[in-house]
């Protein structure tokens, strides 16, 4: 994994992998000037040369819609002499990890690097990622999502929900009936969900309504997993969601 960078203030003193969340979650509530710094092209380079010569090396990043860290991962690629393929998994967060997992799988088992590469792929079509935010403010202040998107979810009230898939964030309506994990599924289910796998909650500071959509999904789903500091600076605390692979076409 190649570490972002958090700055709190002036400088850089953080890192995402090692960062207390809840440090992230206080300079939000009080406005402190807090940011994410992608990894750079060195951080690329010296995680591509980390592994033993003759290693084949998959680098898996971001949707490059939303970062720099394709563009920076494929300038290391061609830095190094090492064999090297970088691929936008055209998600995020929980969604890509997803990816990550069936990338890792395929090559614990022994598959050659194309096949490892093709699996890969077929996880990057599959991947769905569906959220409810507490407020739009974050997104607001990022600039990441379109306009129309932020508008559509304004209209709706309380609880708005979002769909992330192949690059793009789209507004899919909000929570009429103060039940967010019965909407959350319902939409879930409604894009494929219950015929898809490998199903997993996530949460930026909001475990009571993260463990609430994990029962109300009524499947074998692991205890919810907790949203990067990097990704709960663009998105703001009280986020929670679910990630899946689609069925295979």
């Not at 739009?136 to 990022?142: K, M, P, W, Y």
Request: glycine share 10%.
């Amino acid at each position: 994994m190649v570490p972002i960078g958090i700055v709190f203030g002036r400088g850089p003193d953080a890192r995402d992998d090692t960062v207390d969340p809840e440090r992230v979650h206080r300079a939000l509530a009080q406005h402190q000037p807090v940011k994410s710094v992608p990894p750079s092209v060195l951080d690329y380079v010296a995680a591509i040369e980390a592994g033993p010569p003759g290693d084949h090396v998959l680098v898996l990043t971001p949707a490059t819609d939303f970062t720099i860290m394709c563009r920076t991962a494929r300038l290391a690629a061609g830095l190094t002499d090492r064999q090297v393929d970088v691929v936008d998994t055209r998600t995020a967060a929980s969604a890509q990890g997803l990816v990550v997992e069936v990338a890792a799988r395929a090559a614990a088992a022994g598959a050659e690097p194309a096949a490892v590469l093709e699996a890969t792929h077929d996880a990057v079509r599959r991947a769905r990622l569906i959220a409810a935010l507490e407020t739009l403010d974050a997104l607001e202040e990022g600039g990441l999502v379109p306009s129309p998107s932020l508008e559509a979810a304004r209209r709706g009230g309380a609880s708005p929900m979002f769909a992330f898939r192949d690059g793009a964030v789209e507004a899919i309506g909000h929570d009429e009936q103060g039940d967010l994990a019965g909407a959350l599924v319902e939409e879930w289910e409604r894009r494929g969900g219950r015929e898809g796998s490998a199903a997993t909650v996530f949460h930026a500071g909001a475990i009571g309504p993260a463990r609430q959509l994990r029962n109300a999904l009524g499947t074998a789903v692991a205890a919810p997993a907790r949203f990067s500091p990097a990704m709960t600076l663009h998105t703001g605390v009280g986020l929670v969601g679910i990630a899946w692979l689609s069925a295979p076409a």
